[in-house]
């Protein structure tokens, strides 16, 4: 059976994040995109996949046989379009972030719960090569019992324009908005949290930097980004009591993808050796390892792979209630408070 689905939004999240992993899956049909403007010219690259194209919002929303709608539109809009979706009856995959307040993803999911349908955040950074090689590492338990973790998304950009925007518009909600979920998922709900948020280019415009702790009973994650890292740190450093992983190099999708390189061409998103992250640690019998730590293959599209499975066969979603909420506030309570601070989570 097809998932059949649709579209708002026809940007560069629709055609470079979404499409190029959907329509190699021969178990889910985009059948219609809406966009408020026409491109003929990017519309004509997909005639082959039978998409419909349309200006009319209507028309994708009342089209009975569209099942889902993904949503990738700016920022503001996420709410209202997803609130339109619920109501007409289809279930909902919203590009990051979910909402841009706690009390709007309560009311949706609470609207999604009340109709029947799900409703869910396209986190398809659990789904990088990186992140599943450092959830290798953890789950086969070379690194003992977990100190710290630090996760860095970093770039050197260093000219900011004018470019003024609200809050949810920073990397905070950009970008932290999926390394946040990444230890959301690997270990649920944090004690208490520190920001430091800040604009470092321009003070004009949103915030260009964090760092956001995550502090848990025994251990703490460090989350960074920075728009103004000429070398790179490591994408992954976590240490533990037994030993030590680094991973350097980031998930290479989006490289591939920014390249025009999609998916299945062969080697896409792959990393190659010199590029593995390496695990050193002592064993039980007290001799000292290091081993690398083959990437495993990231891909994005799985994310839709999981809503297949929980639309068609009733499978539990990729990403709970609980994990949508607990990240929103994360993110809420950064942007309502004073920097630096720490945070209690109730």
């Not at 339109?84 to 279930?91: E, I, P, W």
């Not at 860095?152 to 949810?168: E, I, N, S």
């Not at 230890?183 to 920001?195: E, I, N, Q």
């Not at 068609?312 to 929103?328: F, H, Q």
Request: hydrophobic content about 35%; glycine content about 6%.
């Amino acid at each position: 059976m097809k998932l059949k689905m649709g579209f708002i939004g026809f940007g560069k999240s629709t055609n470079r994040y979404h499409l190029p992993y959907v329509l190699t899956r021969d178990h889910i049909q985009v059948k219609m995109i809406y966009s408020r403007t026409r491109k003929p010219e990017l519309e004509e690259q997909y005639r082959e996949h039978g998409i419909l194209f349309t200006d009319e919002l209507n028309s994708l929303l009342n089209d009975k046989e569209i099942q889902l709608i993904s949503i990738c539109t700016s920022h503001s809009s996420h709410y209202e379009f997803a609130k339109q979706c619920l109501l007409h009856d289809k279930h909902v995959l919203i590009e990051k972030p979910f909402a841009t307040t706690v009390e709007e993803a309560k009311e949706l999911l609470a609207l999604a719960k009340e109709r029947n349908l799900l409703i869910l955040p396209y986190q398809n950074r659990r789904f990088d090569s990186d992140f599943l090689a450092l959830k290798e590492v953890l789950v086969k338990g070379y690194l003992g019992e977990l100190v710290e973790i630090e996760s860095r998304l970093d770039y050197y950009r260093p000219d900011a324009p004018d470019a003024p925007g609200q809050y949810y518009d920073g990397a905070l909600f950009g970008l932290g908005v999926h390394t946040i979920d990444q230890m959301v998922s690997l270990f649920g709900r944090p004690k208490a949290v520190y920001y430091d948020i800040r604009s470092i280019r321009n003070p004009k415009n949103p915030d260009d930097y964090f760092q956001v702790e995550l502090f848990y009973p025994t251990f703490k994650v460090i989350l960074k980004t920075s728009h103004i890292v000429k070398t790179p740190s490591a994408r992954f450093t976590a240490h533990g009591t037994k030993g030590s992983f680094i991973k350097t190099r980031i998930d290479q999708q989006e490289a591939c993808l920014k390249a025009g390189i999609f998916p299945p061409t062969p080697g896409f998103g792959e990393d190659d050796t010199d590029h593995y992250g390496k695990v050193t640690f002592t064993d039980n019998n007290a001799e000292d390892h290091i081993l690398p730590i083959p990437t495993p293959q990231g891909d994005y599209g799985r994310v839709y792979d999981h809503l297949y499975e929980s639309i068609i066969n009733g499978k539990p979603t990729y990403v709970s209630e609980a994990e949508i909420l607990t990240v929103m506030e994360i993110l809420e309570s950064g942007r309502k408070s004073s920097t630096p601070t720490i945070v209690i989570l109730p």
